[in-house]
């Protein structure tokens, strides 16, 4: 066996070869350890001599004397070579510079501009983007015009035109637009919808445009936005077609997965038919007549807003959800085929405009998670990435056409009209951009400075490079002989490290042991440089070495401690590995007393331990016993058997109690019981079960069961607290008498079942009527501080099914068939009326006659089911509603959610916000979930139409602008 194969231990290589005891080492040895000679002092029968013979090759690489892991390509590198070129001077670069680097805000050349999100306004930089890139546009939004004492800080147009001319002319990679969304009093942290934003910004840039000296710019948003479609109605009795014009400024799409635009624009222009009560009333006939009604569209913008209707209703959460759906479209889109008309779109080249990230596409693929180095120039990043409506046409000369491309996120498309004139060239006004290259020239300057910062520091790494290349050809030592000293390798590599100013102290106290030597243990991680370095260190830099650690200063008396144990570690797993192989089939001759716990470690194998321990006088099965030790060991045996003997006494004692597991399930009425701390319980009884092993618990510590007030913190008349086997226990008078005879302590809680007491409001009862009177009483107030403590729960839930259940004028959640015997009428909500003509003919006659039932009646079958739901204390009601309906396929709107008295019908309340405690029981009272009975078209979200405020209440674009 090979007694070290570590690298780390390859200076302790003599171990076990030349040194099997601590006699047995040098100082040759020693020396050994500190890289000072060979690793082992074999030299034939000979024995042992002052110089060690026995040469481990690879030994040499461990030692800290030799040239090992301290070069680098910083100080090896030729002089001549370019120091910015180099890999050591960007990172000395990294670590020194103190400014920061302006050329990293330098926009490439051909590159967009991008835009700083402040928080959440990456849905108007999406948009804002889109229309910079439309040059119609963007110059009509230069050829406004200000007044000398217009406000420009706060009039968004003006910031507009900033923003655009920024883009467009600016040297800087993105444009921070925050003087813009201040001007539109924005608020910055809040999402908004964009097809509201859109319609808003537009619907205002509109009325400033009719404000302008150009009168062009008076009908520019409809000339470049608005297009026309028509209704076209035809009378399947007298075949009369009627029209009806409309304009938009965006079709709103809807979308299925997998499908493409043209299948979305089919859709939009598909016939549908009036029939029923939907039918049209037609002049010509006089009469309501069946029809058929299409939408054609009549005339094509110059811009081409699509939105595609991801957003939908869910009627399972009522909620809105986004639709996921995947959707390909063209870069180029013909309608002269499809629609009649000879005017067609395209897109050329595209840039996905990640707010301040700016890469060309080349995928196919407008999707976040799609995104890779193949298809973005520089890649963007992951988080919040803008898919379609990020990505727009730039530039009329196409680099690579894409024929078709999807996308799963996108939910705007733009498309720009082919023209044979010739594009628009944007001129920004002189006043607007002279303010941009005022700043352009600043940032100029910041490059200049810069470059002349870095240069300084280039010329600073080459000194400090070379004083570092100095110190390196002098720091090797050669020779055991030669005068050196010890340093710590991780202080000498710091220094290493080209980073400027460094500490004028080389701390090497990491390497002293406490005789204040050089530490056997810490020599790999040192250094040994000559004195000529050291020299170098002090007189030229004024780098002080501190402790100086010569070849003088080894530790003998460290080096025999380490040896000594890594030898018995050595020794050990040799000695345990001969041990385990030879007890295998040896079988004593003789019987013999031994420690079990000692034997247990060693095994058997006898002759493998008289070899290692020597002779053992073993005594024989019949020796007799040590008076001394016996009388020694007396008093424990003593207390030992009277726990023994007092555990039997209380278990026998509190038998019945043990067995039922130390609760009662049913109490006398007028019959004092005893509340018990669990915690006390599980100690007792595992003390009276192994009274050798556990410890006899001191004493009956209920303050954990205690207020700060005195008062009980647990309501026995709670579903939850009642069962909670965690934290108490209620036990008869006669147990606790006999317990706290025994143990003493408290204080005492009892427990009485009362059937006349008149009860508050807030005070449950129990399923018979009777009540459980706590003394010292209930503290409501701490006792809801204690059972909102906790992450998660499980809930009890009654579910009562479509006429089952009534929730009464109180609150509380009654069986329909309990009511109808007490002879009390049902009011029903609209909601049910509208349902009760569904429901089967059984219940119909059952709610209807009001029958009288005796009350001697019980009931075979509960008018409810229970399911049980696992709840987070931060879950919303919503949240429980959708796991009830995992259970019961009954949607959150069908859902009538009672706690107590209490309806849950705030959906947006969490369990902590209610404080439902856990394991709390819930009643839920379904309706009858027909959606032909329900209007739920009343419920679907009403599109907003142009102009309208939606969100955006209170912000500069619900106002008129300055």
Known sequence: MAPFGKKSDKQWSFLGVEVNDIKDLTPAHIRAVYGLGPSSTHRGSEGTSSQPSHVDESTSAIFPYCENHYTASALT???????????????????????????????????????????????ANSLLQVWFHDLAFRDAIYRCRFNENTDKSMSALYQLQLLFVHLDRGLKDFYNPLSLINALKLDTATQQDAQEFCNLFMAQIDNQFQKQPDFKLSEFITNQF???????????????????????????????????????????????????????????????????????????????????????YDNVTWTKKKSKDTIKFPSTINFSELL??????ESDKWFVLNDEEVAEFHGTKFDPEDYSDAATKPKPKQNGVKSVKNAKSVGTDAEKHLSTLSS??????????????????????????????????VFKTELAVYAQYKEQLGQDFERTREKRR????????????????????????????????????????????????LDPAAVLKSKRISEAARRLLEERDGITINPLLTTENTCTLCTQDLCQDKLYSWMHRRDVEEFERKAKGVRSPMTAWISKAWLADW?????????????????????????????????????????IARAASEKSELSEMIMRGARVREMEPGRNYYVISQEFMRKWIDFVKRPTVNKRPATIDHSSLMCKHKLFVFDLNNVADAENVDDIAVIKEEEWAYLHAMYGGGPEVTVIRSEMMQLDDDVDTTENGAILVTTPGLCRDCRNERILDFSSTTLIVRVYSPGEGVVESNGTVTATAEL???????????????????????????????????????????????????????DSVMDVK??????????????????????????????????????????????????????????????????DEGGFGGTGLAEEWL
Request: contains cysteine.
């Open 340 to 345: 009649g008309v000879s005017e067609s779109v």
């Open 603 to 643: 095994s058997k194998a006898l002759q493998v331990l008289t070899r290692i321990f020597g002779s053992m006088p073993l005594p024989d099965n019949d020796a007799v016993e040590c008076a001394e030790c016996r009388h020694q060991l007396q008093p424990h045996l003593n207390d030992m058997k009277d726990m």
């Open 820 to 874: 109808t015997a007490k002879g009390a009428t049902v009011t029903e909500t609209p909601l049910e009326t509208a349902n009760k003509a569904n429901l089967s003919k059984r219940k119909q006659a059952m709610i209807d006659t009001g029958s009288r039932r005796s009350k001697r009646t019980k009931a075979t079958k509960k008018p409810y089911r229970e399911i049980k739901i696992v709840v987070s204390k931060w």
């Open 470 to 517: 100095e110190l390196y050809r002098s720091w090797h030592v050669t020779s055991d002989e030669d005068k050196s000293c010890y340093v710590s390798a991780e202080s000498l590599a710091n220094y290493l490290k080209l980073q400027g100013e460094t500490a004028r102290t080389i701390d090497s106290s990491s390497l002293c042991c406490e005789h204040g030597k």
């Open 882 to 947: 959708l796991k009830i309906m995992q259970k019961t396929d009954i949607v959150p709107l069908y859902q009538k959610l009672v706690h107590g008295c209490e309806e849950l019908d705030r959906n947006d309340k969490t369990i902590a916000d209610l404080e439902i405690p856990p394991h709390a029981v819930l009643d839920v009272v379904a309706f009858d979930q027909r959606t032909d009975d329900l209007a739920l078209s009343t419920l679907q979200d009403e599109t907003p139409m142009p102009g």
């Open 408 to 441: 799963r996120n996108a939910y705007m498309l733009t498309y720009t009209k082919r023209t044979s004139k010739a594009p628009v060239k944007p001129c920004p006004p002189a006043e607007t951009l002279d303010v941009v290259t005022q700043e352009n020239e």
């Open 226 to 312: 608005q297009g026309h479609y028509s209704y076209n109605t035809t009378c399947k009795n007298c075949k009369k077609t009627s029209k009806r014009d409309c304009t938009y400024y965006e079709l709103m799409l809807n979308i299925k997965d997998n499908c493409t635009l043209m299948d979305c624009f089919e859709e939009f222009i598909e016939a549908e038919d009036l029939v029923g009560s939907d039918r049209y009333f037609c002049s010509t006939c006089g009469s309501l007549q069946d029809a058929s009604r299409a939408i054609k569209l009549e005339k094509l913008p110059n811009v081409l807003n699509i939105q595609l209707m991801r957003f939908v």
């Open 77 to 123: 590198s030729s002089s001549t070579s370019t120091p910015t070129k180099t890999g050591a001077f960007n990172d000395y670069f990294a670590a020194v510079a103190n400014k920061p680097d302006p050329e990293v805000s330098k926009r490439a050349e051909s590159s967009p501009g991008g835009m700083k999100n402040l928080g959440a306004t990456c849905y």
